[in-house]
Antibody
């Protein structure tokens, strides 16, 4: 059974750094892209970018390039999304999703990680 | 960046009615169009991939059609459990983008 399990909710202050995780199981982790999707409170879905754990090839949406860093560790079957300097506007639910290909559908999703940034 | 525009934004429907949601792309995306269902406080779930292919375990009342720039998700004989927000998603070119969503409420 394909599973993506994300790390727990985070409460941070503006200016702090953060790294959240997404651990895959039940499939060959290095053979599928993992993407990250943001959902701000009461809003729709936004695609941030994807990483290929096999060789760490990474692609970003221009809207998020430079704002976040996406990475993966194939030794632990884990993908990451990180911020160096959080802003209040980063408050959102973040989902990881397995992509069937670099331009493929999101066939399995994690449960989401709620990030709250507040002073 | 390809923009996806969904209509309507909201639909209130009685059980057993047919629901049609439209997704229009700002340029041709071939067949790289997918549909997801998101229930309150849950992750999105894949319903339809590549316009019309049903994902594993999805009830047969959900179907998709279209090509080029106009696509449709149809729910035949709506059930109470189908109350959710539905999103279209294009993967024809990066960055991948989502439609704004259509919320379906059960009357």
């Amino acid at each position: 059974e394909v599973q993506l399990v994300q790390s727990g909710a985070e409460v941070k202050k503006p200016g702090e750094s953060l790294k959240i995780s997404c651990k895959g199981s039940g499939y060959s982790f290095t053979n599928y892209w993992i993407g990250w999707v943001r959902q701000m409170p009461g809003k729709g879905l936004e695609w941030l970018g994807i990483v290929y754990p096999g060789d760490s090839d990474t692609r970003y949406s221009p809207s998020f390039q430079g704002q976040v860093t996406i990475s993966a560790d194939k030794s632990t079957n884990t993908a990451y999304l990180q911020w160096s300097t959080l802003k209040a506007s980063d408050t959102a639910m973040y989902y990881c999703a397995r992509h069937s290909a670099v331009t493929g559908t999101c066939d399995y999703w994690g449960q989401g990680t709620l990030v709250t940034v507040s002073s | 960046e390809i923009v996806l525009t969904q209509s309507p934004d909201f639909q209130s429907v009685t059980p057993k009615e047919k629901v049609t949601i439209t997704c229009r792309a700002s340029q041709s995306i071939g067949s790289s169009l997918h549909w997801y269902q998101q229930k309150p406080d849950q992750s999105p779930k894949l319903l339809i991939k590549y316009v019309s292919q049903s994902f594993s375990g999805v009830p047969s009342r959900f179907s998709g059609s279209g090509s080029g720039t106009v696509f449709t998700l149809t729910i035949n004989s709506l059930e109470a459990e189908d109350a959710a927000t539905y999103y279209c998603h294009q993967t024809s070119s990066l960055p991948s983008t989502f439609g704004g969503g259509t919320k379906v409420e059960i009357k």
